[in-house]
Antibody, heavy 121, light 107 residues
Framework: QLQLQESGPGLVKPLETLSLTCTVS??????????WGWIRQPPGKGLEWIGS???????YYYPSLQSRVTISVDTFKNQFSLRLSSVTGADTAVYYC?????????????WGQGTLVTVSS | DIQMTQSPSSLSASVGDRVTITCRAS??????VNWYQQKPGRAPKLLIY???TLESGVPSRFSGSASGTDFTLTINSLQPEDFATYYC?????????FGGGTNIEIK
């Protein structure tokens, strides 16, 4: 059964870089049928898509985060990662990773359980 | 970027009610619209994809429809486990976007 699990520091200092990893188990991250995404949710607020990475290596990012975000894949470890630089309190959120389905239409399923990242000194 | 305007942001309803949530896309998304349910402290769960296709295992009281750039999620005969927050999402553009969410509360 496919599972995704986020991991990384729960506390990051302002202006430092947030780094998270999503470990995929039960399926190969190298499949051309899927893409991989990061989504976040500030406390008490809605979902915000951060970015996605495709089999080809192409990446797409939320415009307002584009200058600070990098998503990459490690096929050997079956993981993909998120780096968000120069963080502020506005980046405090639960961060989810998810698999995107590249059928005729596209959706996120499944999702990881989410990990809370707090930006504070 | 494609904006998804979801309404209402919250509503109160009773068990057995019929509930309708709407998302309006800022431009054409074809039927590349999905709906998710999220309960407190949990990750979102896919309910409907391609505007109207029910994900496997999702109860048939949930349905989705599309008319132009307007997308609707309907819950017939609301059940206690349906009190949650619902989000639409467009995947027509690879720069994905979510609606702002609709929280369904118990009246």
């Amino acid at each position: 059964q496919l599972q995704l699990q986020e991991s990384g520091p729960g506390l990051v200092k302002p202006l430092e870089t947030l780094s998270l990893t999503c470990t995929v188990s039960g399926a190969s991250i190298s499949s051309s049928r899927y893409y991989w995404g990061w989504i976040r949710q500030p406390p008490g607020k809605g979902l915000e898509w951060i970015g996605s990475i495709y089999y080809s290596g192409s990446t797409y990012y939320y415009p307002s985060l584009q200058s600070r975000v990098t998503i990459s894949v490690d096929t050997f470890k079956n993981q993909f990662s998120l780096r968000l630089s120069s963080v502020t309190g506005a980046d405090t959120a639960v961060y989810y990773c998810a698999r995107g389905n590249l059928a005729t239409y596209s959706w996120f399923d499944p999702w990881g359980q989410g990990t809370l990242v707090t930006v504070s000194s | 970027d494609i904006q998804m305007t979801q309404s209402p942001s919250s509503l109160s309803a009773s068990v057995g009610d019929r509930v309708t949530i709407t998302c309006r896309a800022s431009e054409s998304t074809s039927i590349y619209v999905n709906w998710y349910q999220q309960k407190p402290g949990r990750a979102p769960k896919l309910l409907i994809y391609a505007a109207s296709t029910l994900e496997s295992g999702v109860p048939s009281r949930f349905s989705g429809s599309a008319s132009g750039t307007d997308f609707t999620l309907t819950i017939n005969s609301l059940q206690p486990e349906d009190f949650a927050t619902y989000y639409c999402q467009q995947t027509y553009s690879r720069r994905l976007t979510f609606g702002g969410g609709t929280n369904i509360e118990i009246k």
